[in-house]
């Protein structure tokens, strides 16, 4: 194995302890105490939390701005597909050497992933009232993000380029648990306790019925 398939595979160790302690630590902090009297199911909102309230019309956020919302899936997507081919390339290249069709779709893939992960770091910094709610956290978890995706492109396309590769998603892969891409833990936390809480008070699942 060379030394940038070894300093990958320390970066996924280092990556994947700090995110267990952290899921340790919200899990050891429980679930917050609710007085209230319930008025509804927190099942039914948990499941809404995470099917229905995850579509662009029932947030305003995202069916007002649906490109960057389509973009925003995209770039996830090539995100999460990301970590599986960077294990495939370690430990047994020769899945994408062997086939015709995963490296030119993978490449697709991380391609348009990378675009639009640009398209939303450019909107960020062009529109000012963006701008206004930026921190340098999310100009350095956008562009790792993005850079990473880039170059899984690259090398799924070019079959080069791995040497800068496995450094640059590395340095990717300690910056999850430090930046704002840790949301990839927090957010099924937050999505839980969301549905929970307005489950409990019967505002999830949102009844139609009266709101029209």
Known sequence: MDVYKLVSLIAIAICIAMLLFQLLRLISAGNPV????????????????????????????????LPTYVAGIIFHIGTFLSFPVLLTLIIYPKVFIESALLSPLGGVVFSAGAICGLAILIKRIVKKELRSISGADDYISNAVTTVAQA??????????????????????????????????????????????????????????????
């Open 34 to 65: 609710d007085y209230s009297k319930p008025s509804g199911s927190i099942r039914d909102g948990v499941i809404y939390s995470f099917t229905s309230a995850m579509s662009p019309f029932e947030k305003e956020s995202a069916f007002m701005h």
């Open 151 to 212: 170059l899984s492109a690259f090398v799924l396309l070019t079959g080069g380029g791995y040497p800068l590769y496995y450094i640059a998603f590395s340095i990717f892969l300690i910056w999850i648990p430090i930046g704002k891409t840790r949301h990839l833990l927090y957010f099924f936390y937050a999505r839980y306790h969301l549905g929970a809480f307005y489950g409990r008070r019967g505002t999830w699942p949102v009844n139609r019925n009266i709101n029209e």
